[in-house]
Structures are given as C-alpha cells and as structure tokens.
C-alpha cells in the first residue's frame, strides 16, 4: 500500500458514483472537502473518478454537460463494486466519496469493512438534493459512513432524528449545501423573456401526466410569442440518469397535434448556462429549484398534478413557489419565503461560500487520526438478516462484505486478453442497458394494458 498522505503530502481521494448527476454531486463535494488555505504545507490533491458498472452509469455525452468538475477525464474509469473495492485495496486512497444510490453505499461500506485495512480511508457520502422520499430507507443504507453530508439546516435535523430514533449514531450527520450551487445573481436583461421548464426523467410518471404538462408547456409559448420557451432535457432517449425515463419529453413532443410554436424549443446541456439566461423557472420538483433560488431567479413549483409525495412538490410546501400553469399564463410570479430558503441550503444570502467549513474541518480531523475505528453500519447480518444480504448479492458480495466467488476476476494477462476481455464487457454492457432501457419498458407497459 503506497504511503499515507502526510509521507507523501499528496491527498488521495475516489469519486465512486453511479449516474450522471451523482457523479457532479460526488466530484464537486470532494473538491470542496479538500480545498484548504492552500498553504506550503498543505497537501496536493489528486482526485481519481470511478464509476459504477450499471444501467445509470453515465455516457461521455453526459459526462460533458456535467460541466467542469475539476477532475482530468484520463482519471476516470468504469469498474464494477469487487474492482473498486480492489482500487481501495491497492491504491491506497485516503479519502472515498461514494455519490451512490442508498442501496450501493451499503454494500460499499460492508466490502469495505471486509478489508480490513490497516489504514482504511474516511468515508463521506450524501445525497445529490432534494430528499423526498424513502427517507428513512435511504439513511440507514448510508449509515456507518464517516461523514453523512445533509444539504441543508432542515436536512441535518431530520437526518439526526431518524438515526436517532432507531437508536443508531447520528454523529457523522454533517451540514453542509448542495456543492453545485453558483452562478451571478439574476439580472433582468432589456428585451430578454426566457421560461425553462426543468423536466425530470421519472416524474410524474405517467404518460397522461408528462403529455399534459408539455401541453400546458407548448399552450404558454403559444400564449406568450414574445417570451422564449424551453424544455431542459436531462437525457436523450435511451440514455439513463439517477432515475429511470421510460416516457421522454422528445417522443412525447414528436406527437404532440399542431406541432410545436418556433418561440418553443428543446435543450439539452449545463444547468447552470440553461439559468444563465433563465428569467423564470418552472418545475414540479426537480433539484434545478434550488439552484435558481440560490441565484434569486423567479421559481414556481407547479400543483396542477397536486401536491404529492409522490411528485416530490410537497417538499416545497411553505417555499411560498407552489402555484399553477393557470396561473403563469396570467403574469403570475411567486415570491419565496425567505424564512424557507434559509432552512432549504440554497444560500440566497451570501452564507455559500462557508457552507462546507464544518464538513471539510471534520475530515480533516478524521484524516489526522493514526487509526479510524472500524465502519460500522446500522444493518448487519444480525440486524437484517433479511434485507442486507439481497442488497450485497446484489453487488456480488457475500453477507460479510467478502466478494462472491467468482466475482474477482483474476487479473489481464496481456494487453490482447484484456482487450478481448473489455470488448466483451462492453457488448455484454450495452445488451444490459438495451434490455433495462428499451425493451423492460415496453413489457411493462405492455403488462398494463
């Protein structure tokens, strides 16, 4: 195992993450966790990005309009859960940020454990936004991290308060702020009326649902010719993000009667160019929200579908944003409470540029320590006899944290045999994400007929 980072003065850190926005999430939070005083005697981060084999993960377009995240692309690898628990093993890392689904840090966090290492990494993982659901489920899968990042004060506390409530440590819950957050403060612009709607891959659900949002859409262009109307697109079809997008707005918009107006238009690309030159945003739930509020751009949060958890809007409840199509296409601004921004994380008030100071200050003292005590996850064999070993199977891991026999491939032997080996991965990838993104789809609304 190479030497440790006060041997070396070289900060070694892994980005693990799962999809698209997890990985914007995980590399941006890992840059802000190491950024000190940049002193003599601070030490040279290097930061390597790993992600996660699956039906999320992103492709090389995706990983472009992520944006900057501060990270060489040539550091960045595809791996499985056994070859980066191998990577940790070998490299040495001495910081790992896991940007995963709750399910994928537990068993991370179990196979890590499993290495026993002599000088294992701290452990930091969180959430990439709003958390509106399975909010119980997705913290006891985290548990056992060092560091459980909330995005926000309204965060934090109800974070404590499920581990607490089941009895398990709540220290590693830290404040902190989405690391995405930036931009210049909205500025009206003379001749400029811009409306993006921020469209979410999984919600609403429903063809009816999503097919009268983009209605309601296409009738306001129509309504408002002067103003610029845009439909922010997180994927293309075919591809996957954090959630799953059977319906997308393209195949929806290709069907729409009487076409589409020319003020109305699809867009793809950075969210924050996208808000660059946003004069109002709309949406049902989506994280995008947060990011105009920090920028003190008009938001509205829509109720035509209702307010849901299932939609994620009743999270917003108290934002003073909650309004209706009907009531945009009146002129109608909603106004955000300010008592509600400053619980939600989003930093409208200046406070951003000290938002990670309590997190970076608690692994840094964790990266002082000779020795971090062993990880110790909420769920165990013991605990959860019977949902933790179906989450480690699920990443060919045995109940102990230990890969699965025949998990470990053994090691490329020449350049030609991993060649072949990599080429068959790929096809053997790409007949997987056809099966979950185009044909289970159509099975399953086939199902419901």
Do not use: C
């Amino acid at each position: 195992m190479p030497p440790r980072t006060e041997k070396t003065n070289t900060l070694r850190v892994a980005v693990l993450a799962d999809s698209d926005t997890r990985w914007k999430w995980g590399a941006l939070t890992a840059r802000r966790l190491t950024t000190g005083d940049g002193g003599a005697s601070a030490p040279r981060t290097e930061i390597s990005g790993l992600l996660l084999r699956g039906r999320a993960t992103p492709t090389p377009r995706q990983l472009a309009e992520v944006g900057d995240v501060g990270i060489d692309t040539g550091r960045v690898r595809e791996v499985t859960a056994v070859e980066f628990l191998r990577a940790v093993r070998d490299e040495g890392y001495d910081l790992v940020v896991l940007a995963l689904v709750g399910g994928a840090v537990q068993a991370m966090l179990h196979g890590l454990a499993a290495l026993r290492l002599p000088a294992r990494p701290v452990v930091v993982t969180g959430y990439v936004g709003v958390v509106y659901e399975k909010l119980a489920d997705g913290l006891l899968l985290r548990h056992g991290a060092d560091v459980v990042l909330a995005n926000s004060r309204h965060d934090a506390d109800r974070f404590r308060a499920v581990y607490e409530g089941v009895g398990a440590d709540a220290s590693a819950v830290t404040e902190a702020a989405l690391p995405f957050l930036g931009g210049a403060p909205h500025t009206p612009e003379q001749g400029r009326d811009t409306v993006v709607f921020a469209a979410q891959p999984s919600v609403p659900a429903s063809r009816a649902d999503r097919t009268y949002l983009l209605r309601r859409l296409v009738e306001h262009a129509r309504l408002h010719p002067g103003r610029e109307v845009l439909l922010k697109l997180r994927s293309k079809p075919g591809e996957h993000t954090t959630h799953i997008e059977e319906l997308p707005y393209q195949r929806l918009a290709e069907k729409l009667p009487g076409g589409l107006p020319p003020n109305f238009r699809l867009v793809y690309g950075h969210m924050g160019e996208v808000l660059d030159r946003t004069d109002l945003l709309v949406t049902v739930s989506s994280t995008a929200a947060l990011e105009a509020l920090h920028r003190r751009i008009p938001t509205a949060v829509l109720t035509d579908l209702g307010v849901r958890e299932t939609l994620g809007n009743h999270h917003f409840t108290g934002s003073g944003l909650l309004t209706s199509w009907d009531h945009l296409d009146g002129g109608a601004h909603p106004e955000p409470d300010e008592e509600w921004l400053a619980g939600q994380g989003v930093a409208a008030d200046g406070t951003y540029a000290t938002a990670y100071d309590t997190a970076r200050a608690r692994v840094t003292a964790l990266l002082a320590q000779d020795r971090l005590p062993d990880l110790a996850p909420y769920y165990t064999p013991a605990t959860a006899p019977g949902y933790l070993p179906g989450i480690l199977a699920r990443h060919h891991l045995a109940p102990d944290g230990h890969p699965l026999p025949g998990a470990a491939a053994p090691r490329e032997t020449g350049r030609v045999r991993g060649a072949v080996r990599e080429a068959v991965r790929d096809a053997a990838r790409g007949a997987y994400r056809h099966g979950v993104q185009r044909v289970a789809p159509v099975i399953r609304r086939m199902g419901e007929l």
